[in-house]
């Protein structure tokens, strides 16, 4: 089959090589057909993909209180409200923006001097904490599929909320490094609690959640010529866990960034980093951790190219100062904001940060807008990066892709941010 | 007020070592954007009497804009919340006027004004892997004030090594070519020259250059020769940047020496060269050996060097060479990042700390000083710290006053570790002291000639009008960090030694020419191992024209 | 000069304080006007001075003593590296906060990171003495580097969570993982405590330092000691073993 140029539209209007955002994988090799400026079929994508382009159709609304009107209206109402309160501010940097539209939503949150945080801050927060105490030793994602003799499975199945992982980066045996045949990669696959590896793997562990750290550490002190004994349990498993992850030539341990487990204990995914790390001495190792779509790891790029935090920014004084612990209820619990910005999808919002801005008076600049489930003081849809608007876009692991616009939809985020910006400039905020 | 688009900076004492001119007093002309020999009467006046008066600084070899610098700022929040960075107070309209922070690694704003606000107006970032090319000119977008380009890492690629393998030079040539344009870059950059291939490989002892990668014939001589040539038949303003093997150990001025001379004869760049200048006592200690460096450099026209030196405090050790990180990770024992990029090449990263009392910081200290003190060519033996590697590129002022104030560097001298300078060049005594002109040649003349920018690093007639005024301090340190008028792209950026204006930097990139039937091949090695397809590779939408190769 | 200075809260606080910017090694040296004039930050946003908070007495002097209950006060005595400083009700987090040096006293309870490092820094407090009278929150004495931290109440999660030296002494409960990732450094348990998994059992015995740490604890600070804590036996785990293995949890048997 030969595939149509990257972004021409042919006559059956297929569009070759789309990003797609729909979790952290951003396959690039979506072929989609649009018809009558709807997307009918989208090639290669996995269930979440499909979702993530749908018909390409959403919603082009601009509103006020509720009352539909002009952009221009809804922009004055907008910086009136951001620009003219008294009291914090707080800018949340939502999924479904390029980066072009981030870096303007963290301007405007740093003119204001407000606090700034993103869709990480409640998904991910104790692996970027722990890879802050200790780096991490980790790969793109073609290293793990072209070397990765040992591929790992650490409480996820990516098959659920990554399907196309397996497949794309740590499947069947493609790489450059590795031999042909499906006996040359070893999958293993370690289930914790409820928290299930893949069914079919050549070794299957199974811990209980109270042993999982001390197995991750009883490894790992192996690495170092000790044994812990008594603690970590499932000892005989451990044993010739060791013994074939020092064996492998590549190991690639895989676990979920953004999953429930992370808020139950930070303590695992340090380990798991740490793990990773030592293997360097003995042989290679990555860590492959799995984020979620949207573009929130390019959010959290913006964030640290622009304020050197990833995360929970805090302007106030003038400058970015970072506030990890004071996220959620600690965030909102003593004061409350005078009203709060969120740029982009409104469905990406937490619980938490949905419950602190309750009450709030709350600008939303992005897809979907006008669907909030929340109630909104000014809400102006946009167009979703990667359908309607191109720019840069990041896979899970930190790989900037060019997003394409493959259908016409409502004005850009990143137009009507900049707008939003040089209104609130005017105003001299 | 806008700024105005004439400007004339009347009576400072000019060193345009470029043009012949060292010290002589008189007025640089400057309209849209460049110099000229004239401005017309009642044109806005910068007074420079008795102040000192230079091209931009422009920075040869760096660490600012890309993938790898994001890694390294996401790893060191502590340095960040030590070294807020409030707003400059532009004047209205001048530019993004934005908060950041510091430390080793700055955010993109903070790098931009800092840059500027020491006198420098261009950076090149030394290392970006050709995959995370978008992410360099975002962060560049970010950068304010200072014009930007970057070296795209080739000496570890894949395809690459594959026609190095299989004696495809003239597709090697047209591989490197495609990958500079496609990805905006400025010239080719090789770091450990397939050590990093063999460290993902898992491949520990590739020391020697003519060692070959695994089962293939792929030796570092033959990478070297390879891109080396590459660069040169396709008339790159600037050759070959190379990072030699063997980074950082005892005894790897052989090596070094030894790839040198594998290029006798072609024109190459070799960066760093503090890092890789050791000697190896009898003992396996260490030792300096700046001065069989140096010799060969001196002797040798064709080649160039920037010296990386390193200076005592905070540093961030980040760099491709990812297995030089992790045997710095393993013997510090400091926080480390590695990653692995793909087909490409390798990144690490693992804070560090030169500390005047320790032995080794000490002696790699005195070889840097040795390299510039013992370096009878200023045009060929440049200044960089490697930023942020041997130091921050806010050391540089003090970096200068080193080199330019014996009595300062002497009682540095004292009170340093002193165990493996004994007998060293610095440590026996080396009275020489750069003179302004010299610290013109090798912070501004001496890069941009090397780096083949034609419109940079000199006051002549059609150049950028990139000027830095200085006032004169017997505190040389002072002078250079606090410039009391800076001039980007012919608009004031500092005046009265405050940052007033931040317009953006324009982008220095090539697009050279190359053999449209070699993608072919090229693609097909993207469709069988990328994860990123062939036409999702190349950076569209780049601002600013290529510049002119020729 | 008198032996103390007393910094009294005017009212109760409403809204959280950072404190950390006080320069608090200064304060002994600085006289009643010095003292008002440091800077804090309410709720992040709003600039104000120790003066607006507290009533100022007794200064310079080389112990300060904060009366008023400051548990929404967080950074108290951060950079300290020298003098006394008396609280006498609870605090907020971050106590001691890259502290060097000195002695910080808290007569009620401590929220979390006392003593403990700053996101992404290696070391927590690298010198001087935390005595907590109450209880500790979580990751107290995080990445101790020197020093010792003395809590006769419970202690949080994460106590003494990648210790690089110093002691960690609790004399109520501790929560989980205590020591976890430490590489050196002494955890001394008198309450109910499990040990996390990369630690192991060593041997049983009366550890020499610790005799002298105790008696020096109750002669200077007042810590109320049992004669059977001087006196008796403890079982020494030693870990992390994933880490360096040469710290060390030592569980009291009663």
Not at chain 1, 352 to 362: D, F, Y
Not at chain 1, 423 to 429: D, I
Not at chain 2, 309 to 315: D, S, T, Y
Not at chain 2, 445 to 468: C, F, M, N, W
Request: proline share 6%.
């Amino acid at each position: 089959m030969s595939t149509p140029a990257r972004g021409s539209r042919s006559r059956s209007d297929q569009v070759a090589h789309v990003i797609c955002l729909g979790c952290g994988c951003a396959c690039d090799d979506i072929l989609l057909t649009v018809r009558d400026e709807l997307i009918v079929q989208a090639e290669h994508a996995c269930p979440l993909g499909a979702a993530w382009f749908g018909d390409g159709r959403v919603p082009g609304a601009v509103r006020v209180h509720g009352r539909d009107c002009e952009v221009d209206e809804a922009l004055e109402a907008a910086a009136a409200l951001l620009g003219g309160a008294r009291g914090r501010l707080f800018v949340f940097l939502g999924d479904e923006l390029t980066c072009a539209a981030q870096r303007l939503a963290l301007g405007i949150a740093d003119r204001l001097g407000a606090v700034a945080d993103g869709v990480v801050s409640e998904t991910a927060p104790a692996g970027i904490l722990a890879g802050q105490r200790r780096g991490r030793a980790a790969a793109t994602l073609g290293e793990i599929r072209n070397r990765a003799d040992l591929v790992i499975y650490w409480a996820i199945d990516p098959d659920q909320r990554y399907p196309r992982y397996r497949s794309r980066y740590a499947g069947y045996p493609s790489g450059l490094h590795l031999r042909r045949g499906p006996r040359c990669r070893t999958v293993i696959s370690v289930s914790v609690g409820a928290d299930a590896g893949p069914a079919e793997a050549d070794l299957r562990l199974a811990l209980r959640p109270e042993q999982e750290v001390g197995a991750l550490v009883e490894l790992r002190a192996r690495l170092a010529g000790r044994t812990v004994g008594e603690a970590g349990g499932a000892t005989a498993e451990l044993t010739d866990l060791a013994g074939r992850l020092t064996r492998a030539k590549y190991v690639a341990i895989v676990h979920d960034g953004e999953s429930s487990l992370e808020r139950r204990s930070p303590d695992r995914t340090e380990a798991l980093i740490a793990l990773a790390q030592a293997l360097n001495a003995p042989t290679r190792a990555a860590l492959s951790t799995l984020r979620g779509g949207g573009n929130r790891s390019g959010a959290e790029a913006v964030m640290t190219w622009q304020t050197g935090f990833p995360f929970a920014v805090d302007f106030a004084r003038g400058f970015p100062r970072y506030q990890p612990d004071r996220r959620g209820d600690e965030l909102f619990g003593h004061r409350p904001f005078a009203a709060a910005l969120v740029a982009g999808s409104p469905a990406s919002l937490p619980e938490q940060v949905r419950r602190g801005l309750s009450g709030l008076p709350v600008v939303v600049v992005g897809p979907r807008a006008s669907e909030a489930p929340f109630p909104v003081r000014v809400a102006i849809d946009t167009g979703t990066a990667g359908i309607h608007e191109a720019g840069l876009g990041y896979r899970m692991d930190d790989v900037p892709l060019p997003l394409q616009a493959v259908v016409p939809g409502p004005r850009s985020a990143t137009e009507t941010l900049e707008r939003l910006w040089l209104r609130l400039e005017e105003r001299g905020r | 007020m806008s700024a105005p688009t004439r400007l004339r900076i009347v009576g400072g004492v000019v060193h345009d070592p470029a043009n012949g001119v060292d010290g002589a007093v008189r007025d640089i002309c400057i309209e849209d954007g460049r110099i000229v020999a004239e401005v017309p009467p009642g044109t806005p006046t910068v007074n420079a009497h008795g102040m000192v008066v230079m091209p931009g600084g422009v920075d040869i070899h760096s660490h600012v804009a890309s993938s790898a610098c994001n890694h390294g700022r996401r790893l060191l929040p502590e340095e960040h919340m030590a070294d807020p960075a409030p707003a400059p107070a532009l004047l209205p309209g001048a530019g993004p006027s934005r908060s950041g922070t510091g430390g080793t690694l700055p955010s993109t704003f903070t790098t931009g004004y800092r840059y500027a606000g020491l006198g420098y107006t261009t950076v090149f970032d030394a290392a970006v892997a050709p995959i995370t090319a978008r992410q360099t000119h975002a962060e560049f977008d970010d950068t304010p004030i200072v014009d930007g380009g970057f070296f795209v890492l080739l000496g570890n690629d894949e395809y690459l090594l594959r026609q190095v393998d299989a004696g495809e030079r003239d597709r090697a040539r047209d591989y490197a070519a495609w990958v500079i344009g496609a990805t905006g870059g400025y010239a080719i950059k090789v770091v450990n020259p397939g050590g990093i291939q063999a460290w993902k490989s898992g491949q520990r002892d590739l020391t020697g250059i003519d060692q070959t990668l695994g089962s293939s014939r792929v030796t570092p001589r033959a990478i070297l020769e390879t891109l080396t040539d590459a660069a040169n038949a396709l008339g790159l303003p600037h050759p070959i940047h190379i990072h030699c093997n063997n980074l950082g150990v005892p005894g790897n001025v052989e090596t070094t020496l030894e790839t040198m001379e594998a290029l006798d004869g072609r024109r190459a760049h070799f960066t760093h060269m503090q890092f890789h200048s050791y000697g190896k006592t009898a003992e396996g200690g260490w030792s300096s050996a700046a001065d069989q460096i140096i010799e060969y450099v001196n002797g040798n026209p064709l080649v160039s060097v920037d010296v990386g030196q390193v200076m005592f405090g905070p540093a961030t050790t980040i760099s491709a060479d990812g297995p030089v990180e992790y045997l710095l990770h393993a013997s510090s024992g400091r926080k480390w990042v590695n990653i692995d990029v793909e087909l490409e090449t390798g990144c690490g990263i693992v804070p560090h700390t030169y500390a005047e009392r320790a032995a080794v910081s000490a002696l790699q200290w005195a070889v840097g000083l040795e390299l510039f003190l013992l370096s009878e060519d200023p045009w060929r033996v440049v200044l960089s710290t490697d930023h942020p590697n041997g130091g921050s590129f806010l050391s540089y002022p003090a970096l200068i006053q080193l080199l330019m104030d014996r009595g300062y560097r002497d009682a540095q001298l004292k009170r340093v570790n002193a165990r493996l300078l004994a007998g060293t060049a610095l440590a026996d005594g080396l009275s020489r002291e750069y003179t302004l002109n010299e610290i013109a040649i090798v912070t501004r003349a001496g890069p941009a000639r090397l780096l083949g920018l034609r419109h940079k690093g000199h006051l002549g007639v059609g150049a950028d009008a990139d000027v830095t005024v200085y006032a004169r301090d017997p505190e040389i340190a002072r002078m250079f960090a606090t410039p009391r008028y800076v001039v980007k792209g012919g608009q004031l950026v500092v005046e009265e030694g405050q940052l007033r204006r931040a317009p953006g930097g324009r982008r220095l990139r090539l697009s050279p020419g190359y053999d449209a039937a070699a993608l072919r091949d090229v693609r097909r090695h993207f469709e069988a191992y990328g994860t990123v397809a062939f036409d999702n590779f190349a950076v569209r939408g780049l601002r600013d024209a290529p510049l002119e190769i020729g | 000069m008198t032996a103390e200075a007393t910094l009294t809260l005017r009212a109760p606080l409403q809204r959280r304080v950072d404190a950390s910017t006080v320069a608090w090694s200064a304060l002994r040296g600085l006289d009643a006007a010095g003292i008002r004039s440091q800077e804090v930050w309410v709720e992040d946003t709003d600039r104000s001075t120790l003066g607006d908070l507290f009533e100022v007495s007794g200064a310079p002097a080389p112990r300060i003593r904060l009366v008023g209950d400051l548990a929404l006060m967080d950074g108290i005595g951060a950079g300290l590296a020298g003098g006394e400083l008396v609280v006498e009700c609870d605090v907020g987090r971050h106590l001691g906060r890259r502290m060097s040096g000195g002695v910080i006293e808290v007569k009620g309870n401590a929220g979390p990171l006392a003593g403990g490092a700053d996101p992404g820094a290696k070391r927590g407090m690298t010198g001087g003495e935390i005595i907590i009278r109450g209880s500790a929150g979580p990751m107290a004495g995080a990445g101790t580097r020197r020093g010792l931290i003395v809590i006769q109440g419970d202690a949080g999660e994460d106590a003494g969570r990648g210790m690089i030296a110093g002691s960690v002494l609790v004399f109520g409960s501790l929560g989980e993982n205590p020591g976890l990732f430490s590489r050196r450094g002494s955890i001394v348990a008198f309450g109910p405590h499990t040990p996390p998994a990369p630690y192991r059992y060593a041997c049983t015995y009366r550890p020499p330092h610790l005799w002298v740490t105790l008696r020096y604890l109750r002669a200077r600070h007042e810590v109320p000691i049992a004669p059977g804590q001087l006196a008796g036996a403890y079982r020494r785990y030693s870990g992390d073993l994933a880490e360096l293995g040469a710290g060390e949890i030592l569980s009291w048997i009663p």
